[in-house]
C-alpha cells in the first residue's frame, strides 16, 4: 500500500464512520414514535357510558369517551377521545347492546346517521352501513369496528365499553397497539 | 450501468469538474495538520446543523412547552438524549476549535494582504457562535435557560442609550415568556443560520481563492493535492473530534436538562455555560454602574482592535505587529483561563452556591421524576406547574413560609415554638403520641392556653390498649369523604362497633363536641368531627376562630386566619395535601422531609454553622 492509497482509504473509511455515529441515532430519533410507550399499550379499560334504560331499542345514540390522554409530554386528564354509536338490541337477544366506535374504517371520519336516521353513513366518501355494521356499498374495506361491551349486575345496568382504534382500510379488524 | 448514469449526470451538471477544483487544488509545501482546523470547524457545524434540524422535528418553542418537549426529547425518544447532547457538546467544541483556528491564523500572520478580508469574514463568524451558543442554551426554558436570558438580555439594556429599548425588542415586552422564546428560537434557526451560511461560503470562497498559507520557504516540501494528504489529515483529526465529543455525551448521558423555569425562585444559582464565564467572572469585577464597561465597551474594543489588525500591518512595521498581535491574543486567552478559573474556584469555595446548587439539582430531579410519574405528569398548564402543583416541593415550600414560624415540622421550624409540631398531623401516630403526652413539644408542650389535654391526662382512666383504641378512631375522622354530615357518619359501617368509639365518647367526648355523639361541657374544645380531613385541615387553616374550632380563645392565643389573600387556593391544596403525604415518591425515599431539597430550611443552618 502506497501512502496515498493509506490516505485515500483511511480518509473513506474514519468518513463513512463518522456519517455513521450521526446517522444511525438519527433515523432512530426519527423513527421514534414507532416505540411502544408503557402507558400507552397498558391494557384498555372499560369506560361506563350510560345506563340501559336510556337506550331505546334500535335507535343509536353516540357517546363521547372521556379518558386521561397523554399527548406527547402532556397528560391531559379526563379529555373526550373519540365516541362511539350504542344500539340497544330487542329484549332477549345477546348482547344486549351493540358498540360501534364513530371511526370510519375506510379512512377515519366519524360516521354519522343518515339523514332519515334508518342507516349509518360516512360524510366523507359515502360509506354507508345498516344498524348490524355491514357495509351497504363498495367503499368500506369492512363492515364498521364492534367495541367490546359489558353490562353490570344492577337493576338498570349500566353499559360500560372498551374503546379501541384499529387500522383503517385494511379487511381485517387489527387494533391499533 | 451506474457508471452511465454517473456519466450522463456528469454531463448535464459538470458535478466532477466540481469536485476536481476542490480535490486536486495543490498546496504549496504539501500538506499540513496544522491546515486542519478550518476544515473541522465546518464539519462540527455541519454536525450542529443535522442534530439541530432533527430536535426542530420534536422542539416546541413557548413557555408552556418548550421544558416539556426538550424532556420528551431527553428521556422519551429514541437517542434523544444522544442527539441533544452531540449538539450540546458541539457547541463547546466548536468554540475550541475556534480558539485555535484563531491562534493558527494569528500566529501564521495570515490576516495580513491579501486576506483582510477573509480575517474579517472570520471575525463575523466568531461573533455569530457566540450568538448561537447563547441562544441556544435557553431554548429549553429550564431555570438556566431562564435565568441566562434574563442576565443577558439586562446586560443588553444596561447599555447606554438604545440598550432599554433594544432589550425590550429582545424580550418581545417587559416580561419574559412566549414572545422572548420565539424570539430566541428565531433567532437561533433561522436569523443566525442564514447569516452563517453566507459568512461562511464568503470565507470559505475566499480562502480557496487565496489558498492555504504556505510556511516561509515552501519550495522545500514537494507539493500535494487536496484530496486525499490533507483530506486523510482533515477527517483524522475531525475522526478524533468527533470521538471527544461522542465520549463526552456518553459519560455525561446527554446534555443536562434543569427544573421548569421558576420566576418566583429567589435563590437559583443561574451559571452561564463555561466559555462564558470568563465574562461572567469579569463582570463581577465592575461597580454596577459601570457594567456596560465590562459587558459591552471591552468585548467590543477586542473585537474593534481584531478588526483593525490588517489594517494596522500597513502602518506599523508587520514583524512588530505580529509580535503584538501574538502577544495579544495570547495575552487575551490567559486572561480569560485566569477569569475562568477563578469564577471556578470562587464557586468552589462558597457554601451558600454550593448548597443553592444542590437544591437546584433536587428540584431538577424531582421536576424529571414527576414528569415521567403516572400520578403526576406534565400538567396541560405547561411544565410551570409541574413543581408548583407537587405537595411533596410546593406544599412544604409553602408550609415552611405560612406555617412553620409557629409550629414546628419534625422537630425543625423557622422561628420560636408556639404551637404543636406538623408532622405527621391527622395520623394515627401523630394522635397516639398526643394521647401518651399531651405536654410533649411535639404536641401542646409549647401552647399554655392548651391546657385541656394535660388536665385531661391526669385524670384519665384509659389503659394503653383503649389509648390505642381511641388513636384508631380519631384516626378514621380524616378519612370521612366530604360529603357526609356526622349524622350520616354515626350510621355508616364500621363507626358504632369500633372499638374506640365507647372510650372517645366517655373520656374526649366530655369536651369535644360531635354533634349527636358528644355532648362537651366540661372544657372548651375543637369539634373533632373529620380531624385531620381536607375539609377540617381548610377551615381550621382559614377560620381557627370558628365557633365550632377555637373560638373561645382570647385574641392573644389564637392562631391568625389564612383567608384567601394571604393564602392562595393552591397553596392550601398543597400544604394539606403535603401533610396528607399526598404525592408520589420516588423509589428509595422515605415519606416528608427526607427527599432531597425538602430539608431546605434544615440545611440552610446546618450549613451555617459548619463554615
Ligand atoms: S372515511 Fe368514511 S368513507 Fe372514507
Known sequence: MTRRDFYRYGSIVLGSLIKLVIAVPAVAFLASPLRKRGQDAGEVAFAALTSLNQLKVGVPRSFAIIQDQTDAWIKYPSEPVGSVWLIRQPAGTKPEVIAFTVECPHLGCAINLTADGKSFLCPCHASAFDFDGKPQNQVPPRPMDRLDVELTAEPDPQVRVKFQRFRTLAQERIPLA | ?611
Open chain 2, 1 to 611: 450501468m451506474l457508471d452511465q448514469l454517473a456519466e450522463w449526470l456528469d454531463d448535464r451538471t459538470g458535478y466532477r469538474t466540481l469536485i476536481r477544483t476542490f480535490s486536486e487544488e495543490q498546496i504549496q509545501g504539501g500538506a499540513r495538520w496544522r491546515y486542519v482546523f478550518g476544515s473541522t470547524l465546518a464539519s462540527v457545524f455541519l454536525i450542529q446543523a443535522v442534530t439541530g434540524v432533527l430536535m426542530m422535528t420534536a422542539y416546541s418553542p413557548s413557555s408552556a412547552s418548550a421544558w416539556g418537549s426538550v424532556y420528551y426529547i431527553n428521556n422519551i425518544m429514541w437517542m434523544g438524549w444522544f442527539i441533544r447532547g452531540l449538539h450540546h457538546f458541539g457547541a463547546s467544541t466548536v468554540m475550541v476549535l475556534l480558539v485555535f483556528h484563531l491562534l493558527q491564523v494569528v500566529l501564521t500572520g495570515a490576516y495580513r494582504k491579501p486576506r483582510e478580508v477573509n480575517w474579517w469574514f472570520g471575525l463575523a463568524l466568531l461573533v455569530l457562535t457566540v450568538s448561537f451558543g447563547h441562544t441556544g442554551y435557553q431554548l429549553p426554558w429550564d431555570q438556566k435557560g431562564y435565568w441566562a436570558t434574563k442576565v443577558m438580555t439586562n446586560i443588553l439594556g444596561g447599555a447606554p442609550l438604545f440598550g432599554p429599548y433594544l432589550k425590550t425588542i429582545v424580550v418581545g415586552g417587559t416580561e419574559y415568556g412566549n414572545q422572548t422564546i420565539t424570539r430566541l428560537y428565531g433567532l437561533h434557526v433561522a436569523i443566525l443560520p442564514i447569516l452563517m451560511i453566507l459568512c461562511l461560503w464568503a470565507h470559505v470562497m475566499l480562502a480557496r481563492r487565496h489558498g492555504l498559507t504556505p510556511p516561509a520557504r515552501p519550495e522545500r516540501w514537494a507539493a500535494e493535492t487536496y484530496w486525499p494528504a490533507q483530506t486523510f489529515r482533515n477527517v483524522a483529526f475531525l475522526s478524533i473530534v468527533v470521538g471527544i465529543m461522542v465520549s463526552l455525551d456518553l459519560i455525561k448521558g446527554g446534555a443536562p436538562l434543569d427544573a421548569p423555569a421558576d420566576p418566583s425562585s429567589s435563590d437559583y444559582p443561574a451559571r452561564p455555560e463555561w466559555f462564558f464565564l470568563c465574562l461572567f467572572q469579569m463582570l463581577r469585577h465592575f461597580p454596577g454602574r459601570l457594567e456596560w464597561v465590562g459587558s459591552i465597551v471591552i468585548p467590543s474594543t477586542i473585537l474593534l482592535v481584531l478588526f483593525l489588525v490588517p489594517l494596522l500591518d500597513r502602518i506599523l512595521p508587520s514583524r512588530f505587529l505580529h509580535f503584538l498581535a501574538c502577544a495579544g491574543v495570547f495575552g487575551l486567552l490567559g486572561g480569560a483561563g485566569y477569569l475562568t478559573v477563578e469564577a471556578l474556584k470562587a464557586d468552589a469555595a462558597d457554601p451558600q452556591f454550593q448548597e443553592a446548587r444542590r437544591k437546584a439539582d433536587a428540584a431538577h430531579e424531582r421536576a424529571l421524576f414527576l414528569a415521567a410519574s403516572p400520578q403526576a405528569g406534565i400538567p396541560p398548564e405547561g411544565a410551570g406547574f409541574l413543581l408548583r402543583h407537587d405537595p411533596l416541593t410546593h406544599g412544604h415550600a409553602a408550609l415552611e413560609k405560612k406555617c412553620l414560624g409557629c409550629h414546628f415540622l419534625g422537630g425543625q421550624g423557622t422561628g420560636e415554638q408556639t404551637a404543636a409540631d406538623l408532622k405527621g398531623f391527622g395520623s394515627r401516630t401523630w394522635v397516639r403520641g398526643l394521647l401518651e403526652n399531651p405536654a410533649a413539644t411535639a404536641y401542646f408542650g409549647k401552647v399554655p392556653s392548651l391546657g385541656g389535654m394535660r388536665e385531661w391526662k391526669k385524670r384519665s382512666k384509659l389503659n394503653g390498649k383503649q389509648l390505642d383504641d381511641v388513636a384508631d378512631f380519631v384516626a378514621s375522622f380524616a378519612r370521612i369523604p366530604d360529603d357526609l354530615t356526622a349524622e350520616e357518619w354515626l350510621i355508616s359501617p364500621g363507626v358504632a362497633e369500633h372499638p374506640g368509639n365507647q372510650p372517645f365518647q366517655k373520656e374526649c367526648g366530655q369536651c369535644h363536641i360531635i354533634e349527636g355523639f358528644t355532648e362537651g361541657g366540661t372544657r372548651d374544645a375543637p369539634g373533632l368531627f373529620a380531624w385531620g380531613s381536607t375539609r377540617w385541615l381548610s377551615r381550621m387553616i382559614r377560620k381557627p376562630g370558628a365557633p365550632d374550632l377555637y373560638g373561645f380563645f382570647e385574641d392573644k392565643a389564637q392562631m391568625p386566619p389564612f383567608g384567601p389573600d394571604q393564602l392562595r387556593g393552591n397553596d392550601l391544596e398543597m400544604i394539606i395535601r403535603f401533610l396528607h403525604n399526598d404525592y408520589p415518591l420516588m423509589p428509595g425515599t422515605e415519606l416528608k422531609g427526607t427527599v432531597a431539597g425538602v430539608t431546605v430550611k434544615m440545611n440552610d443552618q446546618v450549613a451555617d454553622q459548619k463554615y
